[in-house]
């Protein structure tokens, strides 16, 4: 068990390049979860996945975000046409399906921050 | 749509000593999970405690334990004989029971920063 790891640690980028994140989860973890965190906030739901499929989106999820897991292993997330306000703490977590009882394991994060 | 809330921002305690950071939710469900997890300055994000809440009895682990009060929605985390180690950003977090279907999403407060003093 090596843990999640989220690559980049730090990502800085001009307002309107695209950017992407990847995150690697437990190996035999079937959840996998992207949040978002900014300064002083707590972490928001963005999307999740059980295996390959997405299977709920926030609205926080905007139409330049995508997110994938295309083989039900890593997942990435891309944010095209990065904005201001999209600077921010990307956290992956991922689980073993069966709620409360199999807790989500988080990742170091990936800090974007937009110029 | 179920909220988290914190209402200390910050909190300090003396080394050795006992603190207890406050948490209520708000929810329509009657199965759910209650979660404490602690995220140390640029370090990743790790669980404290967890409690189901049908079970009456208050969780514990080692030096933490929390206050459950189901009919006031109230999910307090008691820190007992404080370490340096434990200062960090405390975040409350609530889950709806996987039965009911859904992405067992976590909801989060905006948490409490904790200081130990030596």
């Known amino acids: 068990d090596t843990g999640v790891s989220q690559d980049p640690r730090h990502k800085i980028t001009k307002r309107g390049q695209n950017v992407t994140f990847r995150c690697d989860p437990i190996s035999e973890h079937n959840r996998l979860y992207w949040y978002r965190q900014t300064l002083g906030q707590g972490p928001e739901f963005l999307t999740y996945f059980q295996n390959e499929a997405q299977l709920e989106k926030s609205r926080l999820l905007s139409d330049r975000f995508s997110a994938e897991r295309p083989k039900g292993s890593f997942s990435t997330l891309e944010i095209q046409r990065t904005e201001q306000g999209d600077s921010a703490m990307y956290l992956c977590?991922?689980?073993?399906?069966?709620?409360?009882?199999?807790?989500?394991?988080f990742g170091d994060g990936t800090r974007l921050s937009i110029l | 749509a179920q909220t988290v809330t914190q209402s200390q921002p910050e909190m300090s305690v003396q080394e050795a000593e006992t603190v207890t950071l406050s948490c209520t939710y708000d929810t329509s469900e009657s199965d759910y999970y209650l979660f404490w997890y602690k995220q140390p300055p640029s370090r990743q994000m790790i669980l404290v405690i967890r409690q189901e809440a049908y079970k009456q009895q208050n969780a514990t682990e080692n030096r933490f334990s929390v206050n459950f009060q189901k009919a006031a929605k109230s999910f307090s985390l008691k820190i007992s004989d404080s370490q340096l180690g434990d200062a960090a950003m405390y975040f409350c977090?609530?889950?709806?029971?996987?039965?009911?279907?859904?992405?067992?999403?976590?909801?989060f407060g905006k948490g409490t920063k904790l200081t130990v003093n030596p």
């Open positions: 977590a991922s689980s073993l399906a069966g709620g409360g009882n199999q807790p989500q394991h």
């Open positions: 977090a609530y889950t709806a029971f996987w039965t009911q279907g859904g992405s067992e999403k976590l909801v």
